[in-house]
């Protein structure tokens, strides 16, 4: 048996491309033919993208073989084998004939190990390697992919909306609801736009933390009812599709992102911009961003949140729909919980139960604009629905007994929960310090929270 390897050394390439004149693909040489080390004939070629290989004798090697107390699979590429007082790893591709108690393994492997591993010198088989090389390949470099920067709106264009209110349909909407002094706020505190690509069209500016403008989400709403114009079409569109801004790399932001850059109050998440607006009116001891839509709420959206205290008020589903968004919420919080602590408001779905209305597709703005919002200035005020008559028998928003139902919630999730000398108590003394401003904006001591909360625990 011939072991050698000599052959192998006769395929090595030449580096003097030049002393061989003709291709064998019959093609004058100028340096794209590299040829064999001691052939003339043999190489490869770049023009045609062929080898040009010799004959070359296979390669016999020497198997012997091993005996083994167990053997098993290591990974796709080796196995773990047990000898009388050892173990070690062959590779697959240098055994023959695998069985429970031996296998004959390459000469090679066997002389790696040191000492050698025992095996059976008279037992052995001969294995034919075919060592002629595969025709070489050009090499595909992929290319290099060069991430596109996240395009921004020149913030002129968000100055020169900044007009025309008197024909903006939701400004008008605004006025109704709450006066021309807070709208005025609302405008100034929102960047509230007005475009001309529908008549009395709003602009909804995203603004990320670093006061960049992202983009405007442009749509058109009905003045006196407050909701969106669907017919004859949906109105809606982007700033930047509006221009006919080529190329544009959209990278959503928060609605309402800007105003993250106050650290004091807790965050409240909504769909629409437009129940942001409308909540920061009656909820003011909460920062109202909005995410767009339902499926909305992702995890890049959310990372300038980590470390903050935030609530999600998901709507009410639409009559017919297969899933609940508040559901689809707790799964996200679950998801995003490396984030931060989400808490989700099931707010609407116990009025929801409560009220023979099941309020299908209601957002909270929806709810919260049957009250007058001035009415919200106490937490112990009752407010009651604008209708010419006041209703008694609607239940009141008790914000304090939604902030106990945040804090248990919030107890269930936390790591002090299972810990042995953790008590309701210690856990609301901490979770106290995140909702301390909170509180104190509705003149609620620090003794009164734990009392009445403790009261309902027990």
Known sequence: MDNSTDNLDK????????????????????????????FDDKGYCHKCEKTFLPELQPIENIYYYVSFKKIKE??????????????????????????????????????????????DIGDFKTHTEDITPKPLQRREIAPKIIEKPISLMDSEILKKSLKGYEANHFVSYLISLFGEVITGELISKFYIGTSNHWQGATVFWQIDLKGKVRTGKIMLYDPKTGKRVREPHKCITWVHTALKLNDYNLKQSLFGEHLLKDKNKPIAIVESEKTAIIASVYLPQFIWVAVGSISNLKPERCNVLKGRNVVLFPDRPKEGDKKIPFEIWQEKAKEFSHITIF???????????????????????????????????????????????????????????????????????????IQKD???????????????????????TEQIFFNQIIANNN
């Open 11 to 38: 395929l090595k390439l030449d580096t003097n491309r030049k002393r061989v004149k003709v291709c064998p693909c019959g093609e004058a040489n100028r340096t794209h033919f590299v040829p064999y080390v001691g």
């Open 422 to 444: 953790a008590t309701f108590h210690n856990y609301l003394l901490c979770w106290f310090n995140d909702m301390r401003v909170l509180l104190h904006e509705h003149g609620i």
């Open 343 to 417: 808490i989700v408001s099931d707010f609407l779905e116990r009025k929801a139960k409560e009220t023979k209305n099941k309020m299908y597709g209601y957002d909270l703005a929806d709810y919260l604009i049957k009250f007058d919002y001035r009415q919200f200035t106490g937490i112990e005020q009752k407010p009651e629905i604008i209708t010419g008559q006041q209703d008694k028998t609607e239940p009141q928003i008790n914000l304090l007994e939604h902030y106990q139902r945040m804090a248990k919630d919030a107890f269930k999730k936390s790591y002090y929960s």
């Open 74 to 119: 290591y990974n796709e590429k080796s196995f773990r084998v047990e000898l009388e007082n050892r173990v070690c790893y062959l590779p697959k591709s240098q055994c023959l004939g695998v069985t429970e108690n031996g296998c004959y393994v390459s000469e090679y492997i066997l002389k790696q190990y040191k000492p050698p591993l025992p095996y």
